[in-house]
């Protein structure tokens, strides 16, 4: 049953570790290939309707024999509380256990038959319920997801056991030194604010989280005008429609006491936090300053600067010749295991940093180096660095795109986002109108003479004092 019910890890590290294969940008075998350019003009038309309930139905039709339809509604750890923080990561362990017409193992038979994958997963401002089938059974899968969202059974005997589970969970997760650090991070630049709230939530809440808990959230955050319902796929978009008006026409819009839920202002504070363990092999530390909202039209030269940084792992080819100026100093003078610059945006504010592994005796060296790599980008950034960039950053948001599955959440979280998908065409542009000297003005807007926010995991002795770091945030130039 794993193969066919799972849950996805929620957390800044996932994004971290993707890999992605690239999309194929050719006709088949026989026919005349096209251009980058060609491909993108001509990649399918996402559509969007709205239901009278404020329900928003968008689907990208691919004409695959498989589809992939979900659920996404903007419902996160950011909405909770210091009281219910967990609630969401919690209510996806409960989504599977069975709604008030299909018990567990009869959900699970349902799934199972169809040759279905169901899968969730919640985030700091999302969450998201899906299901990869066949296109033929694209309407019980509605049918099945409506039932999870709508009525999830929540049976406080199941409840109870699921408690263990999340605890279990949550000790897992923190031999994850990756999602440890991150999270950290977002605990100390957000600190006193609903963002740096851990999206798993304290082992305290996995305790004492009640039925009565679970059941506010769900109808506090559930409500219509949250919600995406997308689909990408061998999918017929009015088909789609007329599922969502069939089983999501009696989701309702509005709240009790009209108490709809906002987002509270999150505050960057730049600060530091240490968990020092001498008996780690490697220390994983994780600079950021405040980046850009994710509709922010700062967002693009931003993704640009961090493609010409880029990334490194130990296992990569090419040693002194890589193209990244710090992953080249990385390899000749060994300083790091791996490292990676990130960009994590939310709705008004984001992240921007560089995260990396290293041994406890080049922590001082990995550090200078990465935060020189941010003075270059704000001073002394080229044409031909910022044109690797682009180059770089076009791969990657194509070859995120590698099937149904990526391109629906894509769908999905750009709704909720933006109220619109932007298509490839689109960012393909605006990529092309990131120049040199706009790297340079917005990259000293974010980063120059900024206080950053440090977290730092293991034998982090070798790390340098707090004003030391703030000191390399800037040059003294004449």
Known sequence: MAASVCRVGSTVGRALAKTHRPILLSLRRGQASVSYAQSLLGAPETRLTTLDNGLRVASEETGHATCTVGLWISAGSRYESEKNNGAGFFLEHMAFKGTKKHPQTALEQQVESMGAHLSAYTSREHTAYYMKTLTKDLPKAVELLSEVVQSCSLNEAEIEQQRSVVLRELEEVESNLQEVCLDLLHSTAFQGTALGHSVLGPSSSARNLTRQDLVDYVNSHYKAPRMVLAAAGGVSHDELVGLAKSHFSGVSFEYEGDAV????????????????????????????VEGASAASPDIVPLMVANAIIGSYDLTYGGGKHLSSRLARLAVEDNLCHSFQAFHSSYSDTGLLG?????????????????????????????????????????????????????????????????????????????????????????????????????????????????????????WLRF
């Open 261 to 288: 839920p906002v987002l509270s202002p999150c505050r960057f504070t730049g600060s530091e936090i240490r968990m020092r363990d001498d008996a780690l092999p490697l220390a994983h530390i994780a600079i950021a």
């Open 354 to 474: 560089i995260y990396f592994v290293a041994d406890k005796n080049n922590i001082d060296d990995m550090m200078h180096w990465s935060q020189n790599a941010w003075m270059n980008l704000c001073t002394t950034v080229t044409e031909s660095d910022v044109a690797r960039g682009r180059n770089a950053l076009k791969a990657s948001l194509v070859g995120q795109l590698n099937g149904t599955t990526p391109i629906c959440d894509d769908i999905g979280r750009h709704i909720l986002n933006y109220g619109r998908r932007i298509p490839l065409a689109e960012w393909d542009a605006r990529i092309d109108a990131v120049t040199p000297k706009m790297v340079r003005d917005i990259c000293s807007k974010y980063i120059y003479d900024k206080c950053p926010a440090v977290a730092a995991v293991g034998p982090v002795e070798q790390l340098p004092d707090y004003n030391r770091m703030r000191s390399a945030m800037y």
